[in-house]
């Protein structure tokens, strides 16, 4: 999204940036921060795949204590 903000700039993009910004900030931790994109919208990706598997599996055992 920043790319088309900065390429055309049109406010509907800005408007959705900021809800899926707001979206992101929502989501458990266990679901944020795997990767992101560098500014020709390239993936990288911020955590090793076993990182993010145990993470992940960490929240869902979190989930089924009641």
């Not at 994109?37 to 990706?45: I, P, T």
Request: proline content about 6%.
């Amino acid at each position: 999204m920043p790319l088309l903000i900065k390429e055309y700039g049109y406010p509907c993009f800005e408007k959705a940036l900021q809800q899926v910004e707001k979206q992101y900030q929502d989501m458990p931790e266990a679901f944020r921060g795997h990767f992101t994109f560098d500014e020709n919208g390239k993936a990288v990706q911020l955590r090793t795949p076993n990182e993010t598997r145990q993470m992940i599996e960490r929240f869902f055992a979190s989930q089924n204590r009641y």
